[in-house]
């Protein structure tokens, strides 16, 4: 059974900085790309990030890049998503993801995500 439990999220005020983590199991995590999703309050599900198989190559939403950085620990089977110069439009739940179409699909295996909530 596939499984992907994140955690990290919490309340940050704007500028601020997290780190989400996110641990795989029950597939063979280093061949496939991983994604982060995030659905804001009364949005539709936003891709925000993914990376390769091997965590060479990362992707960005416009509305992130030079913001966030992803990564992956294939050792570890783990997904890290470091999120800094926070907004408020950044709030939302944030999925780790396993995308079913392309490096920007937002179909696929989600965990339960985790809530980052970006506030004065």
């Known amino acids: 059974e596939v499984q992907l439990v994140e955690s990290g999220g919490g309340l940050v005020q704007p500028g601020g900085s997290l780190r989400l983590s996110c641990v795989a199991s029950g597939f063979d995590f280093r061949n496939y790309v991983m994604s982060w999703v995030r659905q804001g309050p009364g949005k539709e599900l936003e891709w925000v990030s993914s990376i390769n198989s091997v965590g060479s190559t990362p992707y960005y939403a416009d509305s992130v890049k030079g913001r966030f950085t992803i990564s992956r620990d294939n050792d570890k089977n783990t997904l890290a998503l470091h999120l800094n110069s926070l907004k408020t439009e950044d709030t939302g739940m944030y999925y780790c993801?396993?995308?079913?179409?392309?490096?920007?699909?937002?179909?696929?295996?989600r965990g339960r995500g985790t809530q980052v909530t970006v506030s004065s």
């Open positions: 993801a396993r995308p079913a179409g392309g490096i920007r699909s937002v179909t696929g295996t």
